[in-house]
Each structure stands twice: as structure tokens, then as C-alpha cells.
């Protein structure tokens, strides 16, 4: 089994950043497809960012192409989400994901483990 644990989240002015992490625990992930996905209030769930077991093939939604960063520290066993230039509308509730298979994918069935999220407010 594996645990995730997310921190960083924070409420923030408009064209700031914030820098989330993603705490694994119970096996090592640097095998592993990690992704973050992002609920607002009242909408589904939406994928934002994955990141293959290699570190260098990583899949970006539209919304955040440009301002969001995805990295991986194995060591730590440890993910971050980089965010710049934050909007309004990405405020939601982030988490992390994590998939034993080496594909990037963009909906949460095809992750396995996830967190219990972390709020990220964003002020106009």
C-alpha cells in the first residue's frame, strides 16, 4: 500500500505562486506514474498534471500549460506541483495520485492511490 500525504495549500492572491507537496510512504514511487488532479466546489474532479516514471515525459492540462510544474524528488519519495501565475479559477482542492503503470493518465481511474487533498484559495 501506499500513502500520500499533500501539503502547501494555502489561500493566495491572484499572480502568485504556491509550491504543493506529495508525501509518499508505505513503498517507493519513483517507479510509479504521479499526477495531481484538482476539484473545485461543486465540479468534478479534473486532471492537471502527470508525470511518467522517467521524469522527462509529462502530460499538462490546457488550463495550466505554461504556469504549473510537476517534478518528482526521489529521494524524498516525494512530488511537487509548482504554481505560477495563479487565477481565481484554479482554486480548488488538489491532490495527488499515484499509478503503477507507466502511462499518463488523465482520468482518476487510472490511479490507484490518491491523498486526501489540500486547499488552494486563490484571491482576486
Known amino acids: 500500500q501506499v500513502q500520500l500525504v499533500e501539503s502547501g495549500g494555502r489561500l493566495v492572491q491572484a499572480g502568485g505562486s504556491l509550491r504543493l507537496s506529495c508525501a509518499a510512504s508505505?513503498?517507493?514511487?519513483?517507479?510509479?506514474?504521479m499526477a495531481w488532479f484538482r476539484q473545485a466546489a461543486g465540479k468534478e474532479r479534473e486532471f492537471v498534471v502527470a508525470?511518467?516514471?522517467?521524469?522527462?515525459?509529462?502530460n499538462t492540462a490546457d488550463p495550466v500549460k505554461g504556469r504549473f510544474i510537476i517534478s518528482r524528488d526521489n529521494a524524498k519519495n516525494t512530488v511537487y506541483l509548482q504554481m505560477n501565475s495563479l487565477k481565481p479559477e484554479d482554486t480548488a482542492v488538489y491532490y495527488c495520485?499515484?499509478?503503477?503503470?507507466?502511462?499518463?493518465?488523465?482520468?482518476?481511474?487510472?490511479?490507484?492511490?490518491w491523498g486526501q487533498g489540500t486547499q488552494v484559495t486563490v484571491s482576486s
Open positions: 508525470i511518467i516514471r522517467s521524469d522527462v515525459i509529462t
Open positions: 508505505g513503498r517507493t514511487v519513483s517507479s510509479y506514474t
Open positions: 495520485a499515484a499509478a503503477t503503470t507507466a502511462q499518463l493518465h488523465t482520468i482518476p481511474a487510472g490511479y490507484t492511490y
